[in-house]
């Protein structure tokens, strides 16, 4: 890891951020080891719960009040903190994420997913870019703060428990208890910078709806000798809805829903997004229009998975049902619910020869759009300045979806909300060998803090 000696000799937060890093990945790696996936088919509820308490005890060491685990109606919890500001300070709340995505096929990871390990300067583990390094960021924004005058703003934190499942348990239970996260400006620490060492915000988010197809067509499975070529096949019925979803091009085409719009923010050149995305040579990207355009702007239909006979064990059967797991992310100005009205009806036009078919929906999330031309911006650009030397904050979309962004605008809409985090295109979030830049990190650590000191400033007087 390069330090950078003009922003750690000349600026105290800064040198204090870099002391704490070591203390900073040991935490990293206690939280990492949590295999906090919030689905208790895939990993016991016990680690989420462990998860949690660990978070709940990090507030309470830095003295926050309140602490609480927040039993949310989707059956996870989200925990919360209060740190009290000066008197008339305003308020900011500081949100992550604790629980994660499965780690998938665990033998293609470099080193165990829920071992934290350090491997060509980055550190490796299930979480440490998306989400939990998000919270560790903010604990050491706040740390480096205390050790340079104190924090001068009213802190809350918000760590949520189910965001990689989209079940929707904080945006309910914070409708039920809008007092509890009210603020003047939110920092949501699960978005990313552009590109490694580029400081970002996000300005757009892509909403999501996440349905679960069935298809039958046989009372059971059949031979497919003696009866293939005139007894319906589920699978391949199955396999003809997907592809309606999407043109000849790729292009996303659910019936009845846009896909043409345009994206006028920061340009994202394909050559450099084929190297983000690890493309295959010679293999072409989907879709029309700019990258930006693509993933940014427009709708996307991605199959999650399908529940099929595997290829090794295999028997010559034709298949009497077939499911899967198809996501949708919707651009701003879309609305979801109508979005998943759209697919459900697509789904259920385009199945074919009168094959039974159900949707049943298992998620969904608004897309969301900031104010960006709010104080708390200009706070935040200057904070980068000092964090990043030489370089101007840029503003991105993202085509992820965070949920609960739409339901705080909604409960609090004189709030300014800004999106930052770790999730550069090198963390390879959500993928095998997820990942964590150290001195990502520490930089915008450093950011977060003077960010906390400029906003306060901006309040006064």
């Known amino acids: 890891m390069t330090a950078n000696p003009i922003t750690e000799t000349t600026d105290p937060i800064a040198g204090t951020v870099a002391s704490l890093l070591p203390r900073a990945r040991t935490e990293l790696a206690e939280l990492v080891s949590f295999r906090s996936v919030a689905d208790p088919a895939v990993f016991p509820k016990s680690e989420c719960e462990s998860a949690a308490a660990w978070v709940a005890d990090a507030l309470r060491a830095e003295d926050f009040q309140d602490v609480s685990l927040l039993d949310t109606p989707d059956g996870t919890q989200s925990v919360y903190g209060l740190l009290p500001g000066p008197e008339g300070a305003p308020t900011v709340l500081l949100y992550a994420h604790y ?12 080193t165990p997913p829920f071992e934290l390990t350090e491997h060509d300067g980055r550190w490796y583990g299930r979480g440490a870019a998306d989400c939990k390094g998000g919270f560790v960021m903010h604990l050491l924004a ?11 703003v009213t802190v809350k934190v918000i760590a949520e428990g189910s965001e990689e499942q989209g079940t929707g348990g904080l945006e309910r239970y914070a409708e039920a208890h809008p007092e509890l996260l009210a603020a003047d400006t939110i920092v949501i620490g699960d978005a990313g910078n ?48 997907l592809d309606s979803l999407r043109a000849e091009d790729g292009t996303t085409t659910v019936d009845g829903l846009p896909s043409g719009a345009g994206w006028d923010g920061l340009a994202y050149g394909e050559a450099e997004f084929r190297e983000d995305a690890k493309v295959l040579d ?33 028997t010559p059967s034709i298949q009497a049902s077939a499911r899967a797991t198809v996501s949708l992310r919707i651009p701003p100005g879309q609305d979801a619910a109508e979005a998943t009205e759209l697919l459900t009806a697509h789904i259920e036009k385009h199945t074919p020869w009168g094959a039974r078919v159900s949707v049943e929906q298992v998620g969904q999330g608004q897309p969301f759009r900031a104010d960006t031309s709010s104080p708390a911006y200009a706070a935040m650009a200057d904070a980068m300045r000092v964090a990043y030397p030489g370089q101007e904050m840029q503003t991105a979309g993202q085509g992820g979806s965070i949920p609960l962004c739409n339901t705080l605008a909604a409960l609090y809409p004189e709030a300014e909300i800004l999106l930052i985090g770790l999730s550069e295109p090198e963390a390879q979030i959500h993928a ?24 306060a400033d901006s309040k006064k007087g």
Not at 99 to 110: H, K
Not at 292 to 300: E, N, Q
Request: glycine letters at 12%.
């Open 99 to 110: 629980d994660v995505q499965p780690p998938l096929d665990e033998s293609a990871w470099r």
């Open 142 to 152: 706040l740390r480096a703060l205390k050790a340079n005058g104190g924090v001068p």
């Open 194 to 241: 552009f590109r490694l060492g580029l400081p970002t915000v996000t300005a757009t988010l892509r909403g999501m709806t996440m349905v679960r197809v069935r298809i039958d067509t046989l009372e059971g499975n059949l031979h497919s000798g003696a009866f293939g070529g005139a007894a319906p096949d589920a699978l391949a019925a199955l396999i003809r809805v």
């Open 282 to 314: 010679g293999v072409g990207l989907i879709g029309g229009g700019s990258v930006a355009d693509r993933i940014w702007a427009r709708p996307a239909v991605t199959v999650l998975g399908i529940d099929c006979p595997p290829v090794v064990g295999a």
């Open 432 to 455: 095998v060998n997820e990942s964590v830049s150290p001195e990502e990190l520490r930089r915008l650590s450093v950011a977060e803090a003077h960010f906390l000191v400029n906003y």
